[in-house]
Nanobody, 125 residues
Framework: QVQLVESGGGLVQAGGSLRLSCAAS????????MGWFRQVPGKEREFVAT????????YNDVSVKGRFTISRDNAKNTLYLQMNSLKPEDTGVYYC??????????????????WGQGTQVTVSP
């Protein structure tokens, strides 16, 4: 199994940037497709972005396309999410997640086996 710890969240004004990190420990990091999800109170966890095991392919939700970039450094066992041009609607708790099966349903939170504890991102108007 793998343990995941997110960092880098905070308060930022609209139009600003943040970079989230997710440090992994345990089983070989490159064994997992990785994803970022976010959640606000009263709503289901929603897909943000995903990256394949060796970083060859990424996919972003349409709501963040052109603004967010997912990347990974397998040598450092770390996943990243660079968030630019932030909007108030990007506010939420951001979670990184690991999928050991590389499911084609990468947008489905139930397909991920391991989750971090989350980091809060707040974007003010």
């Amino acid at each position: 199994q793998v343990q995941l710890v997110e960092s880098g969240g905070g308060l930022v004004q609209a139009g600003g940037s943040l970079r989230l990190s997710c440090a992994a420990s345990g089983r070989t990091f490159s064994s997992y497709r990785m994803g970022w999800f976010r959640q606000v109170p009263g709503k289901e966890r929603e897909f943000v972005a995903t990256i394949t095991r060796y970083g060859g392919s990424t996919y972003n939700d349409v709501s963040v396309k052109g603004r967010f970039t997912i990347s990974r450094d397998n040598a450092k066992n770390t996943l990243y999410l660079q968030m630019n041009s932030l909007k108030p609607e990007d506010t939420g708790v951001y979670y990184c997640a690991a999928d050991s099966t590389s499911s084609l349903r990468f947008y489905d939170a139930s397909k991920y086996d391991y989750w971090g504890q989350g980091t809060q991102v707040t974007v003010s108007p």
